[in-house]
């Protein structure tokens, strides 16, 4: 909102006081929210994963299954459930 007022206004608006001041009572009154509501473990996966072993006694559909569940895990692609209340 402050990028878009800097467009529209003349002059510094870091050394308005009012905005300032608006700013910091928008801050109090809405204080920014976790990006995620919960972190999950991913242990039961790798635990999963670990039967599937050796990989050459494996089809190819479990084996792609494995690659791309840990290819997932590693890249940190992951998604967050949101949690609804």
Same mark, same amino acid.
């Given at each position: 909102?402050?990028?878009?007022?800097?467009?529209?206004?003349?002059?510094?608006?870091?050394?308005?006081?009012?905005?300032?001041?608006?700013?910091?009572? #928008? $801050?109090? #009154?809405?204080?920014?929210?976790?990006?995620?509501?919960?972190?999950?473990?991913? !242990?039961?996966?790798?635990?999963?994963?670990?039967?599937?072993?050796?990989?050459?006694? #494996?089809?190819?559909? !479990? #084996? $792609?299954?494995?690659?791309?569940?840990?290819?997932?895990?590693?890249?940190?692609?992951?998604?967050?459930?949101?949690?609804?209340?």
């Amino acid at each position: 909102m402050k990028a878009a007022l800097a467009l529209i206004l003349p002059g510094d608006l870091g050394e308005n006081l009012l905005l300032k001041r608006y700013f910091r009572g #928008l $801050s109090r #009154l809405r204080p920014p929210k976790r990006k995620y509501h919960f972190i999950w473990n991913p !242990d039961k996966v790798i635990d999963l994963l670990r039967k599937y072993y050796p990989n050459e006694k #494996l089809g190819l559909d !479990d #084996l $792609s299954m494995k690659l791309v569940t840990l290819l997932a895990l590693t890249t940190g692609h992951r998604m967050q459930t949101p949690e609804f209340n």
